[in-house]
C-alpha cells in the first residue's frame, strides 16, 4: 500500500493517473492532505482509530508543503518511531530549494524527487520511483514490538 501526503487535489488527481499508468490499483492508495492527518493515520488515531494498526505503508509519497504538520516535522515524527522507522519515504515535492533537500535528508527521506510539470515526465519520474521502491527494493521486515 502507497500512502499519498498530498494536500493539491489537481496532484492527487495526477498522482492517480500516473500510478494507474504503473499498474498500481487505486485502492493499493490511501491520500492524507496534511500532516496531522498522516500522523494520525500511521498512529491509528482519530478518525483512523479502526484502521489495523499493523499494517504499515509499503511506501509513502509525501510533500513537503504541507497544512498542519510540516513534511520535515513529519519525516523526524517517522524515523523516531521504532514501527515505522523503515518504511521507505519518498519525498515528492516542488521545492527545489537546498535548505529543504538537506533538511528533507537530514530527517531521514529516502529519497528526494522533484515533481516534473510535464505530465509525461510526471509519469514517468512515478513509474521509476514504484519500480525501484515497490518491485526492485528489498524491505526491511517490520519490528516486532
Known sequence: MILLVEDNANDQFLMFRALRATNVSDRDV?????????????????????????????????????????????????RNDQRLRFVPVVVLTTSTEEEDVLAAYA???????????????????????VSYWLRLNAVAPSPQL
Open 30 to 78: 490511501v491520500v492524507v492532505r496534511d500532516g496531522a492527518e498522516m500522523l494520525d493515520y500511521l498512529q491509528a488515531v482519530g478518525r483512523f482509530t479502526e484502521r489495523d494498526r499493523k499494517v504499515l505503508p509499503s511506501l509513502i509519497l509525501l510533500d513537503l508543503k504541507i497544512p498542519k504538520v510540516s513534511g520535515i516535522e513529519v519525516l523526524r515524527s517517522i
Open 107 to 129: 530527517g531521514g527521506c529516502n529519497s528526494y524527487v522533484y515533481k516534473a510539470v510535464d505530465f509525461t515526465k510526471f509519469v514517468e519520474s512515478i513509474g521509476a520511483i
